[in-house]
Every structure is written in C-alpha cells, then in structure tokens.
C-alpha cells in the first residue's frame, strides 16, 4: 500500500511540473515537439529510478560529509549510459534534446529526490518513488509538447528511430502559430496549463467546504 502511494504522488499530487514546479528549463526546452517530450521523460525515468535505487541501498555507507557529491556521481554514471544508448539508437533525438541530456546530471528532480527520498527509505520505496516522479514527468512534457507541436506546426510526431508516425492535421490547422514552437510558446502553454490547474484546485476546495457547511 505504501508502495504505491509512493507511485501515485509524483503522478497526481506532487507532480514535478504542474505541482512542484521543479525543471522547468528542459521542459520549456525540449517540448517544440510530442516525440521529444516522450524521449526525455524516459531518459530522466530511467536515472531517476536507478539512481535512487543505488542511492537507497549505498544510504548507510555513504559518509554524511561527502553524500552530495556521491550522489551525483552515482547519477552522472546512469546520464552517460542513457546518453550513449540515446546516440547509439536515436541519433535524430540526440540532436533534438542536446545538452539537456547531459544536464540531467544537475537536474534539480533527480538530486532533490536522492536527497529528501531515496536517502531516507528502503529499495522498494525508493523505486517507486523514482517511477512514479518520473512517470508524472513524462506525461507533463508529452502533454506540454502535444499542445506546443499541434498549435505551433499542425502535427503530432510520434516516430523515433523509424518507428512510428507523424500524424498531420495541415488540413484543419491551415495556419500554424509558429510562436507555440518557439520559446515564448513554452511560457504561455505552461502558464495557461498552471492557471487551468490552479482554477481546478480552487474549484473543488469551494466544493468540499460547501459540502461542510
């Protein structure tokens, strides 16, 4: 039970992004198009959760004074290998996310998570907790990415390393706003997503305590 109230958090009621509001420089970034928000909730499911699992299981002989730099470390090993696999299979995603791979390493998730979770609770907990913040990660940026690619070109690209398609509504969507793929993009589907959130909030707390009284 514990487990997966673990799992959930990250998805709903502590969602890194719409919640916590933590990353946001590779979710601005990388969201031009759907398929790039996919790949790099993967990429950052994949370091979160084995991080935290060495993490987790290195706790009690990780001395305090050096923990922090132990923790990137073990972090910066899991980057390198999903960096090398992403060049070696997504040659095309590689170019598409950039440097933002690389800065996964000092992503303020994975360290925060290592720091305030994985470093305080058992193996299984930790994992989950890894899979669920990153999971809750990923469907932020496809979210955020299906917005932007749609608004802003008039598709959505599901393909990577040839598999898969580009679904194309050129036909409904005759005049893209291409400011949606550029930065300025990012901020406003981020914000309107933010206040859309916040409203929902608002709107049941309005309703629980109507119940009350």
């Not at 509001?21 to 979160?48: E, K, R, W």
């Not at 923790?71 to 090398?84: C, E, G, K, L």
């Amino acid at each position: 039970m514990n487990a997966w109230k673990e799992f959930t958090k990250g998805i709903f009621r502590e969602n890194p992004i719409f919640v916590v509001v933590l990353g946001l420089c590779p979710t601005l970034a990388v969201t031009t198009q759907t398929i790039n928000g996919i790949g790099m909730g993967l990429a950052v499911i994949f370091v979160l959760t084995m991080s935290n699992l060495i993490i987790s299981l290195l706790r009690n002989f990780i001395p305090e004074i050096v923990r922090i730099p132990a923790y990137i470390v073990i972090i910066a090993s899991f980057v390198t290998i999903v960096q090398m696999v992403i060049k070696a299979f997504a040659p095309e995603l590689d170019r598409a996310l950039g440097i933002f791979i690389p800065l996964i390493v000092v992503n303020c998730i994975i360290l925060g998570r290592a720091e305030a979770f994985a470093s305080k609770n058992t193996p299984l907990l930790a994992v989950m907790d890894g899979l669920g913040m990153g999971l809750g990660f990923t469907l932020a940026l496809t979210l955020i990415g299906f917005i932007r690619e749609i608004l802003g070109s008039g598709t959505v690209t599901l393909q990577l390393a040839g598999i898969g398609t580009v679904i194309d509504f050129s036909q409904w969507i005759k005049y893209p706003a291409v400011i949606m793929i550029l930065p300025t993009g990012g901020f406003i589907v981020m914000g309107l997503l933010l206040a859309f959130l916040q409203a929902l909030k608002n709107y049941q707390a309005e309703k629980a305590k109507a119940k009350k009284t």
